[in-house]
């Protein structure tokens, strides 16, 4: 472990998060690679009492990470780029964005966003190569670069740099910033995405910890940041996604601060998340939610009960490689994502398949690891489960009927979504 603070250098000395080893949480496995051995790193997060910057360190190489072979492409969930659509209207509109203007969005992945600003001059920046092509198929301009201070000097100046949940996945974190006021116009702003640290610790979220996600920001931390790159965060927006997202506006120059910046710097201060204390809770009711879903799992295994996990999402993965759990507990995975389709979980190695295979095996309760799209999740369950129930070799499952129900809980039990399906009168 390097024990040094990422933003402010201090001695990294309190741990408060233990998940012990895991396999990067997105280095899906195929058939031939289960013969092998496969690769676990420390998964241990820790805050800096100086900044109080919650983070992990860079055990694998970040361009291992986001390689060639990256499997996440933003536009498989209708929910996320709902969400980018909206982004871009209001950003457009609110900048007064036009064809003399440029924009800039850094990890453009598979051009969800960009899409979205025809007419304007944009550029991504994306090093995957998998999601770069889909972005170029899009018509959008990408270099398959990472973004550092020296990529930033050869760009065009801005007048909006975008970066979604890229915050996390920099290692050099310091450079990033400072490469963000490079490419940034003197009038520029710069927004940011990144889901709240208050929520991860206050809902349980903590299985958004993984490799990718070096750093986990409250809004103190990241003015903090930003504030010693010359960068000055003067707004901020309250988000939904991902369980509770922030979205900061930030400028070379010191502009008026909003009564959202004031209203949730009070908020963090109130739950203590400008001190240590905020914190400690964090590793208890982490050991405390593995208790409870080993339990359930064994109590449905018991029952000879079939349950699967519907989103091969890297969320899932950190709970699955958390409370180890296989595939004897887990039948299989369902995803979207032809890139992830007959592809095996890292750690657990359960398989992927797609959403018709449910049809073959048809499961008595479902899981749903992402729980941050889990209203698109649902209806699509409904979907499948409504054409299983109209096809005559069916008939068997009793009555014609089949009942859906989940059971959501914003909690401090956990964050997570069930689907228990009842089948009429077998």
């Known amino acids: 472990m ?21 396999p990067p949480s997105n280095s899906f496995l195929n058939k031939d690679d289960l013969q092998n051995a496969e690769s676990y790193y420390p998964l241990k997060v820790y805050l800096c009492q100086n900044c109080f910057l919650a983070q992990v360190d860079e055990y694998k190489n970040v361009k291992e990470i986001f390689s060639k072979n990256y499997v996440y492409f933003s536009s498989y969930s209708s929910t996320w780029v709902a969400h980018a659509k909206s982004y871009a209207e209001m950003i457009i509109k609110k900048l007064d964005l036009n064809k003399s203007s440029q924009v800039i969005e850094i990890a453009a992945n598979d051009g969800y966003l960009l899409q979205f600003f025809k007419g304007i001059p944009s550029i991504g920046i994306e090093p995957t190569s998998s999601t770069a092509k889909v972005a170029k198929s899009r018509g959008i301009e990408i270099i398959e670069k990472f973004f550092n201070k020296a990529l930033a000097s050869n760009l065009p100046k801005a007048d909006l740099i975008i970066g979604n949940n890229v915050l996390a996945h920099v290692p050099n974190i310091r450079d990033f910033v400072a490469g963000v006021r490079i490419a940034l116009k003197k009038d520029g702003v710069a927004n940011f995405e990144f889901p709240h640290i208050l929520n991860l610790i206050k809902y349980n979220q903590f299985d958004s910890i993984y490799h990718e996600h070096f750093y986990y920001y409250s809004l103190h931390s990241v003015i903090d940041l930003f504030k010693r790159e010359n960068l000055y965060i003067y707004d901020v927006d309250i988000l939904k996604t991902h369980g509770g997202s922030l979205r900061i506006y930030a400028s070379k120059n010191k502009k008026q601060i909003s009564k959202n910046i004031i209203n949730i710097l009070a908020l963090e201060k109130k739950y203590n998340l400008d001190n240590k204390d905020g914190y400690l809770s964090l590793e208890s009711n982490m050991q405390k939610i593995k208790i409870d879903f080993l339990s359930l799992l064994l109590k449905l295994k018991k029952n000879n009960k079939k349950v699967i996990a519907y989103g091969a999402a890297a969320k899932g993965n950190t709970l699955l490689n958390y409370c180890g759990i296989k595939d004897d507990l887990i039948a299989y995975a369902i995803d979207n994502s032809p890139h992830k389709q007959n592809l095996f979980l890292p750690g657990s190695h359960i398989e992927v398949k797609n959403k018709d295979f449910i049809k073959e095996q048809i499961p008595d309760y479902i899981w749903i690891p992402a729980w941050n799209i889990k209203d698109e999740i649902i209806k699509e369950v409904e979907s499948i489960f409504k054409a299983i129930l109209s096809n005559p070799k069916n008939s068997n499952m009793g009555g014609g009927s089949m009942q859906i129900y989940h059971h959501y809980s914003k909690s401090k039990n956990y964050h997570q979504t069930y689907h228990h399906i009842q089948r009429g009168a077998i």
Do not use: M, T
């Open 2 to 22: 390097n024990n040094k603070c990422k933003n402010c250098g201090s001695i990294l000395k309190l741990k408060i998060a233990d998940l012990s080893f895991a």
